[in-house]
């Protein structure tokens, strides 16, 4: 809303990340992912180009699973308390499935999205994270709130294991490109990006985030 937001589209097109307070950023997020094509570990294959643009968001892919969905289902009326019975019955959230959840929905920060589709999702969370966590009292209830919003709205996200690392012991994280490196590169904020944008793909991947949840 201090953005201008909805009225405003001065931001429309601004990719805007979402972070936890507890994530290190270590290199910058790109925009153009088709240089990492071959690189980077995505949960459903990707095709070239991958371009975060309108209608293609993407985010870290966290281990929640697909069973919120049924659960977050079933009090649609109560989560979306706005919301009229039409509105809540016509809502795509309701046709999506846990397998869907697991392969569009099953993320976490960092998020990442143009400013038109943020909007439309964070105003949608901000609605529902409350009503879901008393629904749910889990500790990933604002995840699956995230979640519920962005299939609420339509938007499918890519899921990435490549932006994030946390204990060194969880599997689905970016950890394999970590250990194939020196601890001299691994500490290189340069990357060979710019020369794989050139040759259009190659590019080695590294994770952008520490997330520092794990102890």
């Known amino acids: 809303h201090a953005l201008g937001s ?123 994270a409350i009503p879901v966590y008393n629904l749910t009292d889990n500790f990933l209830s604002e995840m699956f709130a995230y979640s519920a919003a962005s299939a609420h709205v339509g938007l499918k996200h890519h899921l990435s294991r490549s932006f994030m690392v946390s204990h060194a012991r969880i599997k689905g994280e970016a950890w394999r490109w970590v250990d194939a490196k020196s601890g001299s590169e691994v500490c290189n904020t340069r990357t060979n990006y710019a020369d794989a944008v050139k040759a259009s793909r190659g590019a080695e991947y590294l994770p952008n985030v520490i997330h520092f949840c794990q102890r």
């Open 6 to 128: 909805p009225k405003s589209t001065e931001h429309d097109d601004i990719i805007f990340v979402v972070l936890d307070p507890d994530q290190l950023v270590t290199r910058p997020i790109e925009i153009d992912y088709t240089p990492y094509i071959d690189s980077m570990d995505w949960v459903t294959p990707q095709q070239s180009p991958l371009l975060i643009s309108h209608g293609h968001p993407a985010s870290q892919q966290y281990l929640m699973g697909g069973n919120w969905v049924n659960m977050i289902q079933k009090n649609l009326t109560k989560i979306f308390e706005t919301m009229s019975d039409d509105e809540a019955a016509s809502s795509p959230l309701l046709s999506i499935t846990a397998e869907d959840a697991v392969e569009y929905y099953n993320g976490g920060p960092p998020y990442i999205a143009p400013g038109r589709d943020m909007y439309l999702i964070v105003s949608t969370w901000a609605q529902i």
